[in-house]
């Protein structure tokens, strides 16, 4: 939603705690992938740091990215 509704800047930031492998079956990854792809949008996907990854749990992830003022939702 807030990839089409246009970001502040033009990139999105994806940690994950674990295999870089196991996030493409992540509910929600692959459409969030192609919406940037669509609206032109860097996306960018690293292997989360081990102190967070240890904090959060395996298979957690982190999501960036500058929009307006907004409410988060699920």
Known sequence: KRV??????????VGYGGDLGDLENTPG???LR???KVAG???IVVA???VSGIYL??????IAFAARDHNFEL
């Not at 089409?4 to 033009?10: A, D, H, K, S, V």
């Open 4 to 13: 089409q509704e246009g970001l502040l800047t033009p990139a999105i930031g």
């Open 29 to 31: 990854f692959a459409e």
């Open 34 to 36: 192609e919406a940037a």
């Open 41 to 43: 949008v860097e996306f």
């Open 48 to 50: 989360m740091g081990v």
């Open 57 to 62: 749990g395996e298979g957690c992830v982190a």
